[in-house]
């Protein structure tokens, strides 16, 4: 059959949808997300497999109606490092200062929290080191810097799509090994606790491709956050595919960047897409996020 090309549906009747880029993203306006009948929330998954991450302004909503709007398309899955907010099935992702640019502040944290704060963001698919990772978030912008603070997304679909043939032919049917060694989530614990962390999550190998349940499309699934490896393949060659495929989601092409408001609430898939958490700003950010459960990726 003929591929279809184009840009994906604009035409939902219930809502406004307006592409942040032609491809992917888009903010959906004309409704309230704790107002919704099944109707409406069929149609907002509709958009939402069409564009991959949606973005909804001015919610006016609590950690309940945030909740609730998720639990529409799936199970709280809760993430085992987040801090929980006022259930525990809300992760709070709290910045009280600058990430980038306050040195006495991140060794602060360092010194106080498992957690490091970076000083810079990384390109990520969320908890890939797990079995069944989560397959989906629901982040709302709860307390803003004046400016910056950003979120990127890379469309995973686009990338797998831009690859060379030889490429595709290599990593399609390879597995990649994803673990939580070199995340932020483990940075400051010692050798002995880190071994912990990785019996309790023990390395995943998953489908350097894989295929989206829904849509049927492939896209490439490895992120530098959790890939340790790439199986099959020896040392040197492995890290140079490595190299090459992180890279990918560098180009401009291939993203779309949010600039959040209070009361912004982004759902994306990460099936097919990866996100950056900006770190450029120098006041509190507060975030608020409820996380849905996922397969095994294959
Ligand atoms: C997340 C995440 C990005 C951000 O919630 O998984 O990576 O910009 N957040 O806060
Ligand atoms: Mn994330």
Not at 182 to 187: I, R
Not at 249 to 276: F, I, K
């Amino acid at each position: 059959m003929e591929k279809e090309v184009g840009p994906p549906n604009t035409d939902y009747d219930r809502f406004v949808v307006r592409p942040l880029t032609p491809l992917f993203g888009a903010e959906i306006s004309g409704l309230s997300v704790n107002e919704l009948d099944d109707e409406a929330i069929k149609r907002v998954h509709e958009a939402w497999m069409d564009w991959k991450v949606l973005v909804f302004r001015n919610q006016d909503i609590s950690s309940d109606d945030q909740l609730a709007f998720a639990l529409n398309f799936g199970e709280v899955d809760r993430h085992p490092y987040l801090d929980a907010g006022k259930s525990e099935d809300i992760s709070v992702l709290d910045n009280p200062g600058s990430p980038r640019f306050d040195r006495a502040y991140q060794a602060a944290v360092s010194a106080t929290s498992k957690r490091e704060l970076k000083a810079f963001g990384r390109w990520h698919t969320d908890a890939t080191f797990r079995e069944r990772p989560p397959y989906s978030s629901f982040l709302i912008a709860r307390i803003l810097p004046s400016v910056g603070g950003d979120t990127v997304w890379a469309d995973m679909e686009q990338v797998y799509e831009g690859l060379s043939a030889d490429i595709k032919s290599l990593i399609d049917g390879r597995t990649a090994t994803h673990s939580v060694r070199k995340s932020s989530f483990v940075h400051g614990m010692s050798p002995e606790e880190k071994e912990e962390e990785l019996k309790r999550f023990p390395p995943q190998h998953h489908p350097m491709v894989r295929t989206h349940p829904v849509t049927g499309r492939k896209s490439l699934y490895i992120n530098s956050a959790f890939v340790d490896r790439i199986d099959g393949l020896s040392e040197g060659e492995g890290r140079e595919l490595y190299r090459e495929l992180t890279c990918e989601v560098h180009r401009p092409e291939y993203q779309m960047r949010l600039r959040w408001e209070v009361g912004t609430l982004s759902m994306w898939d990460n099936r097919c897409a990866q996100h950056y958490p900006v770190y450029d700003y120098y006041e509190r950010r507060r975030m608020e996020r409820v996380t849905l459960a996922g397969d095994r990726p294959s």
